[in-house]
């Protein structure tokens, strides 16, 4: 783990007292109790069967504020460290509903990452198909550069490297790529934006991206095609596969049961498409507030509960569901565990030494005042965390350790 320098400490205070949420930079410093389960990620996936060409995918469960989001970004990390592209999707009921496959790839191409240094990721390193696009292309540039080529010997090689790319599954992700690059090799941005419009699934215009092999759109009867055909470019140009992060940031709102059925089926099809040798090198997780949207009487809920109902364990990582309340044995030994690093946090983002023992009591009153509201609608982990930095602040001002009413949210 990198130094905690004090701007970043700054950082992961304000985002974690503000709202409860991790940062995406930062969360590395106040985890806990997770080391069991991605020990057994590492081992059993991502070091081996996913980068060896499998899939897999996997529900998690967690209440709001239970902990889903800092799973998901501790599970990037560990994929970046074995060269897979990550992509977390936060699911939105407006901008990426699951009963439209169609948007939920946009959302997975628009949240495309490749592995990141700390640096990088504090630069505000720009998502997406684009970017990721404008940086493979960079690479390759730069990897002929440095061998001295230049003029038509480095415009051989880079033609040679799109050439490369065959074996797709869809022919018009595989033009689509292949223009996208050569636009770049020939400073068109005018064609690179088009192209990469119809990547990013933002439109279809015969005329326009017709020009460039691409003939059919991207829509809810292509959407997993195309998922498969970007993991499948991804492996070829050198990365281990796709690690795709979906966060039921929202509940499902009130759906008609046309689109809930839509929704159940597509989850099944996605399940399904893991266990098929044609979407080699991708993992999914797919992380929800509760298990309520299996709760249904017909045949779709049905054979959807059965693919999610094994649960994955140190000893059975082959299950699907990942519930993130069984991860903690000791909830209040848990949160002090979390109460103490972040309090590293703290004193290195204000530059103030704690005395140990006002701490001490400052950590057991925010754990026991947020752990007593543990049925509420938001998970006492967020509640926590909240409530800790709320005390810290009271004790570094008032020099005294606060009150239970001082802490009350």
């Given at each position: ?11 992961i ?13 930062g ?29 897999a995918f ?9 902990g ?21 999707v ?24 490749p ?8 630069s ?5 198909i ?38 797709i ?37 015969r ?22 055909s ?5 492996r ?22 046309r ?12 399940i399904?498409?893991c ?10 997780f ?6 309520n ?17 094994t649960v994955?364990?140190?000893l ?6 990942i ?32 005395e ?9 009153m925010?754990?026991e ?13 967020r ?27």
């Amino acid at each position: 783990m990198n130094e905690l320098r004090p701007d970043i400490a700054r950082r992961i205070i304000e985002t974690v007292g503000a709202n409860g949420i991790p940062p995406e930079y930062g969360f590395q410093f106040f985890t806990a109790g997770l080391q069991p389960y991605l020990s057994v990620m590492d081992e059993e996936y991502l070091s081996s069967f996913i980068k060896q060409g499998g899939s897999a995918f996997k529900i998690v469960v967690g209440v709001y504020g239970g902990g889903k989001t800092h799973f998901l970004y501790s599970v990037r990390d560990l994929a970046w460290r074995y060269n897979f592209v990550v992509s977390y999707v936060s699911l939105s009921p407006e901008e990426s509903p699951f009963h439209r496959l169609d948007r939920v790839y946009k959302a997975i191409v628009g949240g495309m990452m490749p592995p990141l240094t700390t640096d990088e990721m504090l630069s505000g390193y720009e998502q997406g198909i684009v970017s990721f696009l404008r940086a493979w292309y960079s690479q390759q540039f730069q990897e002929f550069t440095n061998k001295g080529l230049s003029g038509e010997e480095l415009y051989e090689e880079l033609e040679n490297t799109v050439e490369t790319i065959e074996g797709i599954e869809s022919l018009s992700f595989t033009k689509a790529i292949k223009a996208a690059f050569r636009a770049l090799m020939e400073y068109q941005e005018d064609d690179f934006i088009n192209i990469c419009q119809w990547l990013s699934a933002e439109g279809f215009n015969r005329s326009t991206h017709g020009a460039h092999g691409i003939f059919q759109p991207i829509d809810r009867t292509t959407a997993l095609t195309m998922m498969r055909s970007l993991v499948q470019w991804i492996r070829q140009i050198g990365y281990s596969g796709l690690v795709i992060l979906l966060d039921e940031a929202e509940r499902i709102p009130s759906l008609s049961s046309r689109q809930r059925e839509q929704h159940l089926s597509n989850l099944r099809e996605m399940i399904d498409a893991c266990g098929h040798t044609n979407f080699q090198g991708v993992m999914i997780f797919y992380a929800v507030p509760d298990e309520n949207f299996l709760e249904g009487r017909t045949q779709v809920y049905e054979a959807l509960r059965q693919r999610v109902a094994t649960v994955f364990e140190t000893l059975n990582p082959s299950g699907v569901k990942i519930d993130l309340k069984e991860v903690v044995a000791s909830p209040l030994p848990f949160l002090c565990e979390i109460g103490n690093k972040l309090a590293v946090v703290y004193q290195t983002a204000y530059n103030h030494e704690f005395e140990a023992s006002a701490l001490e009591e400052t950590i057991e009153m925010a754990a026991e005042t947020a752990y007593e509201q543990r049925f509420g609608d938001i998970g006492y982990k967020r509640l926590f965390v909240q409530t800790l930095i709320r005390g810290l602040h009271f004790l570094r001002l008032r020099g005294t350790p606060p009150e239970v009413g001082d802490l009350q949210m």
